[in-house]
């Protein structure tokens, strides 16, 4: 369980070091914006090769992985719908501003982003007890410009560089604790739950990259988001390759 907990760490410790670059380098919003683009692409594959395709194939034909899709999918709507009215409806905006009173729904919007892909890091090493190398690479990546553009506009709105690093550590923590839950709360499951845990994941997933990511990435890195988004698809069909070929 520990393993869990220390690799759930590991790929959301890009939190803290986004935090620190935005907290001290001024980073342009185009160049954000194209990083943004690459961390949008491997997650979608993350999603595609990871999530949704050994769902859809584990399940044979029963219809668990694709309810597990809309179930996230819908849950993440709406649990986003909610903390966005609390006013982090911003808060992956690459030139938004954010006053020191929204703290809470800042965190909370970004614990939303941050536990479907870090329960599947937990889930992962229940198959054999091995991480996912790319599942691993993917949420490390795509953490790093979340945590560029929200400490950008916690600077904006005067926090303190203690204040924020102080803040992506919280959540990174938390997120670990997600991983580790992720692990021990599913131990004894049977394969079907499983199976429902993981395409829900790459439902919410998406949703937040179709909402959130893709737009910024798009409005800030014009029509080359297209191609730095194909650059992280590929990197992480890479990594899965190196790792099948690794662990055979």
């Not at 986004?18 to 491997?42: C, E």
Request: glycine content about 14%; charged content about 10%.
């Amino acid at each position: 369980m520990v393993n869990a907990f220390v690799w759930g760490f590991i790929a959301t410790i890009s939190l803290i070091l986004g935090g620190f670059i935005g907290a001290w380098f001024k980073i342009g919003s185009r160049p954000l914006g194209l990083i943004m683009a690459f961390g949008a692409g491997v997650l979608i594959s993350a999603v595609a090769f990871e999530l949704t395709y050994e769902a859809v194939k584990l399940a044979k034909g029963s219809g668990v992985a694709g309810f597990g899709l809309l179930a996230g999918a819908f849950t993440f709507f709406f649990s986003d719908m909610l903390i966005g009215r609390m006013g982090a409806h911003g808060r992956k905006a690459i030139t938004g501003t954010h006053k020191s009173n929204l703290a809470v729904p800042i965190v909370l919007g970004t614990i939303l982003d941050g536990i479907p892909e870090s329960i599947v890091i937990g889930l992962g090493l229940l198959n054999g007890g091995k991480v996912s190398l790319s599942m691993l690479v993917a949420v490390f990546i795509s953490n790093l410009p979340e945590a560029i553009a929200g400490t950008s506009g916690m600077v904006a709105g005067a926090w303190s560089r203690k204040r924020i690093l102080l803040l992506w550590f919280f959540i990174a923590i938390v997120c670990a604790f997600a991983s580790l839950g992720g692990y021990g709360l599913f131990s004894n499951a049977s394969p079907s739950a499983i199976y429902f845990i993981q395409a829900f994941a790459g439902g919410a997933i998406l949703v937040m990259l179709a909402n959130t990511m893709i737009p910024e990435a798009y409005e800030h890195g014009g029509k080359l988001a297209g191609i730095f988004t194909v650059f992280g698809f590929t990197t992480a069909v890479f990594v899965v390759l190196l790792e099948n070929v690794t662990y055979r």
